[in-house]
């Protein structure tokens, strides 16, 4: 008896088929706030289409699950793309005064002429291009890359950044040549400096112990007064001032990097 029943269950349910092509697509109940004239599903062959009054309104309407909301990534490019665009012009000096043990020569080629793997780690004073005031230090590393006895220099790879006391700080990244001007990357900024991309043009006055950088800055606000100023042309001879050495309080930048 009950494996008669359980034969009748097997047998109506084996002839029970649902056969979506000839379900008419009015018995779809619909929700106007959700779907559209046109239902896209990633998942059918094709786009279905209702019959209703929203068709003849052409509506367009995607169900919530499709809207994904942004990456990281897309979100941080939108942020970059309304960066401002203007350049521009930040002028600073840095200066070896022989007070910091730097630079440190790290040979390890083990070999008496530079060698490509030397490694020099450095940091410098920092002084406003008008040379009136101390505004903080550089701080970073240049791998040797190649030794250049022609020109008598080496050609270095170099990632540093500039401090700049409470209006942050700038890192660079590219080469650094010691026989001639050359340009690296703005890579970012902290501070005022926030957003901040574009390059900077490295002179060489004295190498290791003057050089002139040009920043041609984008993506941040306008410099702080105190930072724009008219540089001394850049030359050999060029000292900062008395009172900006001294790190007297009229000729330095608040909290300047020490």
Same mark, same amino acid.
């Given at each position: 008896?009950?494996?008669?029943?359980?034969?009748?269950?097997?047998?109506?349910?084996?002839?029970?088929?649902?056969?979506?092509?000839?379900?008419?697509?009015? !018995?779809? %109940?619909?929700?106007?706030?959700? *779907?559209? !004239?046109?239902?896209?599903?990633?998942?059918?062959?094709?786009? *279905?289409?209702?019959?209703? #009054?929203?068709? !003849?309104?052409?509506?367009?309407?995607?169900?919530?699950?499709?809207?994904?909301?942004?990456?990281?990534?897309?979100?941080?490019?939108?942020?970059?793309?309304?960066?401002?665009?203007?350049?521009?012009?930040?002028?600073?000096?840095?200066?070896?005064?022989?007070?910091?043990?730097?630079?440190?020569?790290?040979?390890?080629?083990?070999?008496?002429?530079?060698?490509?793997?030397?490694?020099?780690? /450095? %940091?410098?004073?920092?002084?406003?291009?008008?040379?009136?005031?101390?505004?903080?230090?550089?701080?970073?590393?240049?791998?040797?890359?190649?030794?250049? $006895?022609?020109?008598?220099?080496?050609?270095?790879?170099?990632?540093?950044?500039?401090? @700049?006391?409470?209006?942050?700080?700038?890192?660079?990244?590219?080469?650094?040549?010691?026989?001639?001007?050359? @340009? *690296?990357?703005?890579?970012?900024?902290?501070?005022?400096?926030?957003?901040?991309?574009?390059?900077?043009?490295?002179?060489?006055?004295? /190498? $290791? /112990?003057?050089?002139?950088?040009?920043?041609?800055?984008?993506?941040?606000?306008? *410099? $702080?007064?105190?930072? #724009?100023?008219?540089?001394?042309?850049? !030359?050999?001879? #060029?000292?900062?001032?008395?009172?900006?050495?001294?790190?007297?309080?009229?000729?330095?930048?608040?909290?300047?990097?020490?």
């Amino acid at each position: 008896m009950a494996s008669t029943t359980s034969m009748s269950s097997m047998k109506a349910f084996s002839s029970f088929k649902l056969d979506s092509q000839k379900l008419p697509i009015s !018995s779809i %109940s619909l929700n106007p706030n959700i *779907l559209s !004239s046109k239902i896209t599903n990633p998942f059918l062959p094709q786009t *279905l289409k209702t019959n209703n #009054v929203f068709t !003849s309104k052409n509506l367009k309407t995607n169900a919530f699950f499709f809207n994904k909301p942004k990456s990281q990534p897309q979100i941080q490019a939108l942020a970059q793309d309304s960066r401002p665009t203007k350049v521009q012009e930040l002028y600073v000096y840095e200066i070896n005064e022989r007070d910091r043990g730097s630079p440190a020569y790290l040979r390890l080629s083990k070999k008496e002429v530079n060698s490509l793997g030397d490694l020099v780690p /450095f %940091s410098n004073k920092l002084y406003s291009g008008d040379l009136q005031k101390r505004l903080g230090i550089t701080a970073g590393l240049c791998i040797l890359i190649q030794n250049v $006895p022609e020109k008598k220099g080496d050609r270095y790879e170099a990632s540093y950044s500039f401090y @700049f006391g409470d209006y942050g700080h700038l890192s660079v990244q590219g080469p650094y040549l010691t026989y001639e001007d050359t @340009f *690296l990357t703005v890579t970012g900024g902290t501070g005022v400096f926030e957003g901040a991309y574009g390059k900077v043009k490295l002179q060489q006055l004295i /190498f $290791p /112990f003057k050089l002139f950088y040009t920043f041609y800055l984008q993506g941040i606000d306008d *410099l $702080p007064s105190e930072l #724009v100023f008219t540089p001394v042309p850049p !030359s050999p001879s #060029v000292e900062p001032s008395a009172a900006a050495k001294a790190c007297e309080p009229h000729a330095v930048i608040p909290n300047f990097t020490n």
